[in-house]
């Protein structure tokens, strides 16, 4: 019987803070100023979108698609990530990226996992860059490029940080599987709509205590073979 896995990438599938705090740390720069405006209710997502590229654009006015995408390489993975999602893509259940991060890097961990199809334009599909597909099925933020590969001023805007269940809610219904058979892994209450929507949801490595009261299971770890474990659990009963 097929399943339907959610995972946050921040912190969960990638080990560092955020994507797009890394690539701030290779520039040299900092959001502080539109994350503290953004939790001070003065900012939409939107807009803090559009500013964080307008920081990266002002500290590399030249910046181009493919550099940003090289800024993007080495992330650091999360430890147990092959193991996990092998064992899930080897059982044939359903592996979705739902998140707010780069969208480079997403691109970089679903292209560990190829179709075997060409690429093609789709809902939850990735960027045109290797040609080819992925079996997953991604939704991310980031920016966009021009015809000649420059950045624009408008980014691409997929998930908001509390959409992710309308997200998750949409795969259901396309996949045919149901919330009996969703489960959802992320460490934020931005996670919230996802936990909402699957039976069984996984607080991973929680940036703070918020979300672990709306968790069936809190993994503390920084493992991914703990969270394969908690799946795997969940799947036999």
């Known amino acids: 019987m097929k399943y339907l896995v959610c995972f946050d990438m921040d912190r969960v599938l990638v080990d560092h803070l955020s994507t797009w705090q890394y690539v701030y740390d290779k520039l040299n720069i900092s959001n502080e100023k539109a994350f503290n405006l953004y939790n001070q209710g003065k900012l939409d997502e939107w807009d803090w979108l559009k500013l964080d590229l307008a920081l990266v654009k002002n500290a590399h006015p030249n910046i181009t698609d493919e550099k940003l995408r090289d800024l993007c390489k080495n992330t650091p993975l999360m430890a147990g990530i ?58 991310t933020n980031g920016w966009l490029s021009d015809s000649e590969g420059n950045v624009e001023d408008y980014g691409r805007y997929q998930v908001q940080m509390n959409g992710k269940g309308a ?29 909402q929507e699957s039976s069984h949801s996984i607080c991973f490595n929680p940036y703070d205590e918020k979300p672990v009261k709306h968790a069936k299971v809190t993994i503390r770890s920084r493992d991914l073979k703990d969270v394969l474990e908690s799946i795997k659990d969940f799947i036999k009963e």
């Open 82 to 139: 092959e193991k996990c999602l092998d064992w899930i893509t080897s059982q044939g259940h359903e592996v979705a990226i739902i998140s707010g991060g780069m969208q480079e890097t997403a691109r970089q961990i679903s292209s560990m996992y190829p179709s075997g199809k060409p690429w093609s334009k789709r809902w939850g599909g990735i960027s045109r860059h290797y040609q080819v597909d992925t079996k997953f099925h991604v939704f």
């Open 167 to 195: 997200i998750v809610k949409m795969l259901q219904r396309r996949l045919s599987i149901p919330k009996e058979r969703t489960i959802s892994i992320g460490d934020s209450i931005g996670d919230l709509g996802m936990f």
